[in-house]
């Protein structure tokens, strides 16, 4: 079946660390987004890619970094510049076209 | 900022119709409004999303009022799996290009028995 996986689906990560974010779709999707929710938030806009090799900054963008090598992958990885890195993190994509997104199950990081 | 207001929270009846209000007075012509839905600690889930016209499948209805200012996103037959947090939310961008998602907090939705 078609769908977004994100693993995985806890992390831990201590304070200073890099940790990366996988996001794999195989919709065959052109755009694809990371967000972040925090408790009782809604989500908020980190990165989106609408092509391979092309990225754009959200309204959160800084702490983070992104790439897009392939249509179906773009990970993001949370350097140790976010000063609060715990949250749930969601991956979407979506076709070319108007449409609905698709979301991913999340990745809850944890800083410890 | 989200361009929606919502309620904060609902309640609705088990088998009752579920009617969730949004007011986007700001929309433009060339806006969409979609509507999600996120139960406890998923990912959102996509529900509809309308134009002008009043739009219907297997999970929702939904109207929108002739000057595009709110609409309403109805479940005929609310169960006990419906209670979630529904986002109402005007797509940034025109019809040809990607636009992106700005969620506000939404309702929260309790479906009791």
């Known amino acids: 079946d078609g769908g977004i996986t994100q693993s995985p689906k806890y992390l831990f990560r201590k304070e200073g660390q890099n940790v990366t974010l996988s996001c794999e779709q195989n919709?065959?999707?052109?755009?694809m987004y990371w967000y972040r929710q925090d408790p009782g938030q809604g989500l908020r806009l980190i990165y989106y890619?609408?092509?391979?090799?092309?990225?754009q900054k959200g309204d959160i963008a800084e702490g983070y970094s992104v790439s897009r090598e392939k249509k179906e992958s773009f990970p993001l990885t949370v350097t140790s510049a976010q000063k609060n890195p715990t949250a749930f993190y969601l991956c979407?994509?979506?076709?070319?076209?108007?449409?609905?997104?698709?979301f991913g199950s999340g990745t809850r990081l944890t800083v410890v | 900022d989200a361009k929606t207001t919502q309620p904060p929270s609902m309640d609705c009846a088990e088998g009752r119709a579920a009617n969730l209000p949004c007011n986007h007075s700001t929309i433009s012509g060339n806006e969409y409004v979609y509507w999600y839905r996120q139960i406890h600690s998923q990912g959102p889930q996509y529900i509809i999303h309308?134009?002008?016209n009043n739009e219907t499948n297997e999970m929702a209805s939904l109207i929108i009022t002739e000057d595009r200012k709110s609409s309403t996103l109805i479940l005929p037959h609310a169960t006990l799996r419906d209670t979630a947090v529904y986002y109402c939310i005007v797509r940034v961008g025109d019809g040809g290009s990607q636009g992106n998602l700005i969620f506000g907090k939404g309702t929260k939705l309790s479906v009791k028995p």
């Open positions: 890619s609408q092509i391979v090799n092309d990225f």
């Open positions: 919709l065959n999707h052109d755009a």
């Open positions: 979407a994509s979506t076709p070319s076209w108007v449409g609905g997104y698709t």
């Open positions: 309308g134009l002008k």
